[in-house]
């Protein structure tokens, strides 16, 4: 047993934290943020350039054949620059889904392609409540709702229920006939988009249904998005440790003052369990076992979200009038934090499908 | 990074697996899995099988007698034993005196003392409370005064744990009253069959006898019975204090309780109601989050990486979770945890849920209390 990371996987972890550091300040991420596709295709390309978007793709596809663990390495890192291309759907998501629903062929085709950056494939699996996607007579029509980084995709993956009664994942085209995104900015400074189906064409990819697929690809994911959550809450953390000890009131550094520090170790407390959990994630994320897996991954999901909002919410109070203000990172940390907590199953759903577990081993026992 | 067991720990854990199962009597591991006190006698049982097979002195190294168990080692042997339903080990003499001892006692009280705390010969006490030195430990004030080759000792220690079965309490008193509080403390050994020592039962709130006063009148204590130097105590007491790291977190203990309210609960049909069993799921969620925290504290150990701030996290959140476990047990059976001390009213296993939940308030207090625990993470790790 041991909790080191090897010389590979600190070397990655550098070059990301370089990149971020140097090339990704919060001056230059504001300005991406405020232009108007709100994420950068350059930006995107020197990721392509140094790697990361290579280490979930099999060598045999021009990847680097990393693991759960390299991703969190990397996610980590760029949580606290608060990164807004793509990388958790279009560089983790999407090359473990097309991995696990697609033919060889399709692998061969795409996967490469987003190894180098070329193609942004993005899945959208949430339906709208109203309009569920189905499939009808080959193509789809139906609405997903919210679907990250939906305006960039070069490619959609799209989740659709089938006349067969299975769901399928069909490839869509943006800009195909039938094909409607409305992209928009959300909560966190990121984007996301609508996505509106109307007898648009699709190529099905998946034999004999994809929702496990899509749910092992979602475990990855998740894993990938604790870990991105954990570099914001190291950041967090240690930005208003220093705000404490250097903020004067009453003639002397607030951190002095009990309450403050007793709040300040609650919210260490928070970071080291999910932190910890972060880690389990990664071990488990890609478990075959899918309910072993489900079992840690919702456990993780729930102590990180916990972990989310509690840090979220008292690195602004402690901030004071400042953590309100735009002008610094912590609100902008604030806010993804905030739509972390409610990505991918929030601490609701997974307690309360880790508990609904609790009860089927007593009945079964 | 690598989360599982070497080959070798898991043959271990096996081999501990295996002596439990053929060493522990039926009678103890019944009642430790019930929540019920354990007899000295019992203790003492455990103690020599443990001693028996080589095992008696968990946490030391070799040269003293001990096991030589890594702290991941120590780690399984605890998890083990306490899954099992072991009695937890009597810490005071093998996890507090003794340790102190190795790093910092004479060759003499070395060999006096140690063997016979391995062979549970002789039972140790804790004489670090006072009705006026709590969580500030350093404004002790009972008084050592130096008369010839012996102390003359006045005063009142509390809380003492299992003092009633105690045949010796290791002290921190005063030898320089003029002295900045922590200069001034040495620390004594004290035979707890020497005239003027008095022990006071305090029942706690469960009704138990667990706790005691120990009045100090005039006990006469040899030279050759203080560790260490004069007015030093308060380095070897702090020593102390932060020895005790790699069972901390109870995590053992939690995960046997865990069961055991997973048992009851699901007797009592609780599961199938969303709101006990998101409790449950809640509490289960952050021990599977303490046991990797625990575990990485463990691996820094091993590496001499992190020292000691850590296990006040460790402390905390174990203790909570132990808390919570035993609220749960007692939510878990409704009135049926209302009867004091009667048998045979309502399930066997409700007996002693109620007390059980009074006795574990016990745990955020005692150690270090986890208000203090706060201020030494928020001061020592995060340098606030």
């Keep these: ?129 109203d309009a569920p996607v189905r ?15 939906g305006g960039c995709a070069d ?30 900015p959300t909560l966190d400074g990121q984007r996301a988009a609508d996505l509106a189906l109307n007898d648009a064409p699709a190529v099905r990819l998946d034999a004999g ?39 004067q009131q009453f ?9 403050l520090q007793h709040r300040m170790a609650d919210m260490l407390l928070h970071l080291e369990q999910a932190r910890s959990m972060s880690y389990l994630a990664a071990m488990d994320c890609s478990n075959d076992d899918a309910a072993a897996r489900r079992r840690t991954l919702s456990a993780a999901k729930v102590t990180v979200g916990q972990a989310c909002r509690f840090i979220a919410q008292n690195a602004v109070q402690l901030h004071g009038g400042m953590g309100m203000t735009d002008e610094m990172i912590l609100s902008h940390w604030f806010k993804r934090l905030t739509a972390i907590e409610m990505s991918f199953g929030d601490t609701d759903f997974h307690l309360q499908r880790f508990a609904a577990n609790l009860s089927r081993e007593a009945r079964a026992a | 990074m690598d989360l599982s067991f070497s080959p070798e720990e898991n043959t271990f854990r096996e081999e501990v697996r295996r002596f439990v199962a053929e060493k522990l009597p039926d009678a103890i591991r019944h009642k430790v899995m019930n929540g019920v006190h354990l ?101 002790v004030k009972t008084r050592a005064i130096r008369e010839g080759d012996h102390y003359v000792v006045n005063g009142q220690k509390t809380w003492t744990t299992l003092g009633q079965y105690a045949d010796w309490i290791f002290c921190l008193v005063r030898t320089d009253p003029e002295a900045k509080k922590q200069s001034g403390i040495s620390f004594l050994l004290i035979d707890m069959k020497s005239p003027g020592v008095t022990v006071r039962p305090i029942i706690t709130l469960d009704g138990a006898h667990e706790v005691n006063e120990v009045w100090l009148e005039d006990v006469r204590v040899p030279l050759e019975n203080r560790v260490g130097e004069e007015n030093k105590g308060w380095t070897y007491a702090k020593f102390l204090l932060g020895h005790e790291r790699t069972n901390i977190a109870g995590i053992g203990i939690a995960k046997r309780e865990l069961a055991r309210l997973k048992r009851i609960a699901a007797a009592e049909g609780r599961l199938d109601q969303p709101l006990f069993a998101a409790k449950v799921a809640q509490v289960e969620i952050d021990l599977m989050a303490l046991e990797i925290t625990n575990l990485r504290v463990l691996s820094a150990e091993r590496e001499h990486k992190a020292p000691g701030p850590e296990a006040s996290i460790l402390k905390i959140k174990g203790t909570e979770i132990q808390q919570t476990i035993s609220e749960l047990m007692m939510q878990a059976v409704g009135a049926c945890a209302l ?14 849920l109620g007390t059980g939940y009074c006795n574990l308030r016990k745990l955020s207090i005692f150690g270090g209390s986890n208000e203090i625990q706060k201020n030494i993470i928020s001061q020592m790790i995060m340098g606030l």
Excluded at chain 1, 135 to 149: D, I, M, S, T, Y
Excluded at chain 1, 210 to 215: E, G
Excluded at chain 1, 251 to 259: D, L, S, V, W, Y
Aim: hydrophobic letters at 45%; a negative charge; aromatic letters at 10%.
């Design chain 1, 251 to 259: 003639g002397q550094p607030i951190g002095r003052f009990q309450a």
């Design chain 1, 135 to 149: 499939e009808v007579g080959g193509n789809l029509a139906g609405r997903k709702a919210v679907v990250a980084h």
């Design chain 1, 155 to 184: 490619l959609l993956l799209v989740s659709a229920r089938c006349a067969d009664g299975l769901t399928g994942l069909f490839a869509v085209t943006p800009g195909a006939d039938g094909v409607t995104l409305r992209d928009y």
């Design chain 2, 39 to 139: 007899s000295r006698e019992e203790h003492v049982q455990w103690q020599r099988a443990l001693h028996g097979r080589g095992w008696g002195g968990v946490g030391w190294p070799r040269e003293f007698g001990g096991p030589g168990w890594t702290p991941t080692e120590q780690y399984i042997f605890e998890e083990e034993c306490a899954a099992a339903g072991a009695p937890r080990l009597i810490s005071f003499g093998l996890k507090m005196i003794a340790p102190v001892l190795m790093a910092f006692g004479s060759p003499a009280q070395q060999q006096r003392f140690l063997p016979k705390i391995m062979s549970a010969e002789e039972w140790w006490c804790q004489g670090y409370s006072e009705p006026g030195a709590g969580s500030d430990l350093a404004s």
């Design chain 2, 339 to 352: 009867p004091f001390k009667q048998a045979g009213v309502g399930p066997d296993y409700a007996a002693n």
């Design chain 1, 209 to 247: 249904g994809a929702r496990d697929a899509i749910d092992a690809a979602l475990d990855i994911g998740l894993a990938a998005l604790c870990a991105e959550a954990v570099g914001i809450m190291d950041a967090t953390v240690a930005a208003t440790t220093e705000y404490l000890k250097t903020r």
């Design chain 1, 1 to 129: 047993m041991n909790f080191d990371f090897n010389e590979d996987q600190r070397a990655l972890a550098d070059t990301v934290h370089r990149f971020v550091a140097r090339d990704y300040t919060f001056e230059k991420r504001r300005a991406i943020r405020d232009s108007k596709p709100g994420w950068s295709r350059e930006v995107w390309q020197v990721l392509a350039d140094l790697g990361v978007l290579a280490i979930n793709i099999d060598e045999d596809y021009g990847g680097l054949g990393y693991g759960p663990q390299e991703t969190g390495l990397v996610m980590g890192a760029f949580g606290a620059g608060l990164l807004l291309e793509p990388y958790l759907t279009g560089a983790v998501v999407a090359p473990a889904l097309i991995r696990r629903a697609a033919s060889a062929d399709f692998q061969e085709e795409w996967l490469p392609r987003v190894a180098t950056g070329e193609t942004i494939v993005v899945l959208a699996d949430a339906d709208a409540r």
